[in-house]
């Protein structure tokens, strides 16, 4: 097998491993929080305002965590610096 | 076996797996969320207005994780640059 | 073993490990949803309207993840383009 | 081996493990709704045509994840269009 | 081997994990709906009647999915169509 | 090897590990009924009959689950249909 | 190796690991019962003896499955028929 | 390797995971009985007679798990009724 | 290798696992009664000498099982029937 | 292969997997704080800017561990030293 | 390889892997009980010395569990039967 | 391959593997202290700053084990003194 | 290769290994033990002296079994009596 | 490979993997330490400084399990005898 092939069979692996584990600790964790939101505002429905932008806040840098590994998924599959330095090599 | 070949089948593998795998965080975060607005609901009624609101933006936050999952899983069966690559080199 | 037969048999493996392991998480999370439904209307029979309707959306919600897998696993089996491709190219 | 038995062989272990692991899930999310489903009728005996209304439509859903892996389950053993192909392309 | 003697070994193993591992969540299912309609029978004892309906029909379904599994056990057993086919083919 | 001699190899495993797994969850799960079937007698001790009654319905529905491994089981050593195939055809 | 030996081979491992994983769960449930009895003892002191009753009704239950795995296991060491026709094949 | 070899090496194996393993749960399971125990009398001191009476009865039940995998364990390295057969037939 | 030095590596793995795995149950469940004596005696402070007396049947009980582990790992090293025979047998 | 194919299939798989499993925690540990926030918010609205600054201190140590994990991911895909090396040593 | 070679290096990792499972159960157990035992001397100061005695007691049984380990593995490095026999048996 | 490849090869994985596990803990643990620090201040929040002083030395502790983690990834990507005796030897 | 070298490699992996998983569970027991007494001297603060005598008695008995595991360590690092007697052996 | 490779490739994956996995017990403890100690401290203000004291403690004594990891992982890379021996020897 020449050297394009088993980097390309190694990036599709590892970009669809990486965003299927990548999710799940984000997941979890985002309906932890907005579960915990809910029942904030049901508590002090007063508060809503703030407590929505504390959560919004809270999601998005929990959300980062999913995006650093799209990112790195996206990147293995369509801006792979491996993969563009043997397809020149090889002149493929 | 042919690059073409290698490159479907760890396609197909990988594409199974990624959403198999990465819709278990998902759709338990999802879960946790809709029994707690459930619960806040019945706690404070006259918020419902307020609290599916904020029910509704968290689903498609957790949501969203779901889908960078099905997104990977769809470019490696319909968009695979890998094997575009592989069928166009050998021509087949 | 040829091109088509090992399409065929990875395609048999991944739907269904598929839809085997992407079945659990949303089974559980609608699990989840309909006990604190249940519980939610036995304390407020009032709201049992307002918490039904907000029930169902998360329920689709969470089902959705189930049917991203099955989807996958029916694609894998009755319309794959790896093995459309090589059936095609080997003439079977 | 021929192609014919090594598909053959291959959805035996599917179909099995298809069905045994997906049915986990399920029945595990079947488990806690009938349970809280209890509960709450004892806690409101008045409203147990509302509570069990929601278990059965709840039940079902969830039931539909189990069907999902049976329907699969079925298709590899009886209409198996991996199968039917080699066993028609063998002539055997 | 033989093709018929590749599909008895691997029926017998898939036989036997399929009902192994499909009894695990519909048991421990069936445990927790009966503890918790003792619960609540104790908690109401004039609605024994109406909880022990409840109960019979979750367990019911429940007891469905364990029942897929011992179905498929038992096709696997002694309506095995992929062994019917090789023992034909072989004129055992 | 000969064919019955695989064929009783991996019967004897798979008997073995079929009820050695599938009595997991039913024990389990009688535990837990048993367990809250004396709480529930000690909170009503004048349901006593009541109590039993579901109780004794409830552990049958359970091991009715450990009944299907054993009954698997036995088939596999004592009525394997696989077993008498081979020992039939090569004349043992 | 001959037929004997690895049947004689695979019946020890089987026998022993059938035996230890199966107390496994019944050990468990009859902690958990046992355990119960006693808090309901404490707490009914009157009803000791209806007590004592379930819980002995409950325990042979739960025995019963470690009893299925120790008669699967005193089966593959000293019943065990395919032990048997190889011994009685090979006129050792 | 001579069988008698074999045999002796995985009784070896055997005796040791099957007491390993098998200690686990009954082990854990008179752990809970005791400290249940200990936690009824300290709230009924007046019953400690009959609590103690009950305890042993169902330390008694667990311990008897423990004892198959002892017994287990023990024929295999001293009553192994293959490793007879095969130092009898070899004239060892 | 020669058969004794077989027996020889085989008894050494085998006797530190068993005492390793062995202990986990029973040190867990010792620390369980333990502590719930603990809690009993600074709950009733006159039944110490009762509770004391109960703590310590059964831990008696519960330290058998870790005994048992204790003492297959020590006949493997220091009274293996087999590694006596193979010893014997090769005259060494 | 030569060296700096072999460095690159090692570098994709390590950069996805260490930003995946590295996000796992951070994630689950963001969503705990971000929980407990919008929980002490709701039961202390007076003090929602200091529990807003506390909060964002800790995620900022909390995220710090997920950047260690990106840090060395994108070290491995774009600046890795020892792919350097061997680009530079084997003049591609 | 000769005997010795091979009984070092098993004794080696036999030893080590000895000492480091077995010291969880224990450990987690004393710090169970230690931990109990601070709450109960917190709740009942004036029994703190019979408190301690029974702690002592206590600790002293969990940690002979972890002594049976560390026996063994100090038998496996420093007086190793086996090790004896193949170093006095070679001559070395 | 040469001995420096290998180097890099098991550098870079283990680098990637150390900084990935190794953040689990240190991150959860934080979680941990930041979400029993925010309930604290909204319990005393005229404590808020021994609680916040008490919190940072805290994770300053807990931060140091994953900065250990850090360190030796660092170490082994850019200061690994294998590599440089490898590269330095064989002169590349 | 050389029996030191192999002695060597097998004594690096398990030091290491004995160590890290040694350490799991005694941090676990001393982070409980420690937390507890936190708490009791919070209940009781003029028992802050007992409290604290029990807590050192206590970490120094958990802290023991770590030491058992850092001595192996450390053994198979500096005191190797499997080493010596190879290199003495070999003359190296 | 020569020895001194062997030891080197050994020595990094040990390295790193001592770290990584001897930090999550420490980390974890750690952070429920704190945790508490936040709790004491919002409970008994008064206290604060007996508490401090008592968690520095505590810490230190947890954090000396990290360290004797992070000590074996920097023995290995630094001050390794098993390296110094064989680069000594093979006078590289």
Do not use: K
């Amino acid at each position: 097998m020449d050297a394009a092939l088993l980097i390309g069979l190694v990036s599709i692996v590892t970009a669809g491993l990486t965003i299927a584990i990548g999710t799940i600790g984000p997941a979890l964790a985002e309906g932890r929080a907005v579960a915990q939101a809910l029942a904030a505002i049901a508590q002090q429905p007063d508060e809503a305002a703030t407590l929505s932008r504390s959560l919004f806040v809270g999601l998005a840098m929990i959300e980062s965590t999913a995006i650093y590994c799209f990112v790195v998924s996206m990147i293995l599959i369509f801006a792979n610096p491996f993969w563009n330095h043997f397809v020149a090599a090889a002149g493929h």
